[in-house]
């Protein structure tokens, strides 16, 4: 059974400050790594996809994978109240159509 | 930019009726999924399909069928809905060959 675990929540982070999301995954296969934003009654939205080892900036982001601790987190810089959503850690074994697996997010939230 | 559309944003309609939900993405991705999304167990996949006339089953596939007799369009069909199927219903897509899938704007079902 793969699992993906992030914790709930919320995270309370000052606007202007760095957010840091984290993520664990239980399949050693993992090949594909994915963050994704869910505002409130929406549906997610890609935000960034990392495959190998090391960091990866995109804007504001940046993913972060470790796949020998099974690990990957996302920073957001300069944190804005527009950021404020539920964050979703996906994963796929990869090398195939399978569906991703989700973790249950964490749900970020940017005081002004 | 990616577009991927659902029937309808809400639906309410009564136990033991048959609904249709349909997907279309203009993309021509191959591969294209159905997940439901609930609180407190986050999102999880009903059925996937990496080619027209094929499919698979996800992780919950019981009391769900589909169909996808154009590449474009992903339809998953309750044929009796009950109660228990009252949920955010939302189909995504993507390339085989990056795992990666973009999402429409959902669907939520609500059975009486």
């Known amino acids: 059974q793969k699992e993906v675990e992030q914790n709930s929540g919320p995270l309370s982070v000052p606007e202007g400050a760095i957010a840091s999301l984290n993520c664990t995954y239980s399949d050693r296969g993992s090949q594909s790594f994915f963050w994704y934003r869910q505002y409130s009654g929406k549906s997610p939205e890609l935000i960034m996809s990392?495959?190998?080892?090391g960091d990866k900036e995109d804007g504001r982001f940046t993913a972060q994978l470790n796949k020998a601790s099974q690990y990957v987190s996302l920073l957001i810089r300069d944190s804005q109240p527009s950021d404020s959503a539920t964050y979703l850690c996906?994963?796929?074994?990869?090398?195939?159509?399978?569906?991703?697996?989700f973790g249950k997010g964490t749900h970020l939230i940017i005081q002004p | 930019d990616v577009k991927v559309t659902q029937s309808s944003r809400y639906l309410v309609k009564r136990t033991g009726e048959k609904v249709f939900l349909e997907c279309v993405q203009d993309m021509d991705h191959e591969n294209m999924f159905w997940y439901r999304q609930d609180p407190g167990l986050g999102l999880r996949l009903i059925y996937f399909s990496y080619d027209v006339k094929m499919k698979e089953k996800g992780d919950i596939p019981e009391g769900y069928s589909v169909s996808r007799e154009k590449k474009e369009r992903f339809s998953l069909i309750l044929e009796s809905a009950s109660t228990n199927q009252t949920s955010m219903y939302l189909c995504s897509s993507g390339w085989g060959d990056t795992d990666t899938q973009y999402f429409g704007p959902g669907t939520r079902l609500t059975v009486l």
């Open positions: 996906a994963v796929n074994a990869g090398g195939g159509a399978d569906g991703l697996t």
């Open positions: 990392i495959y190998s080892n």
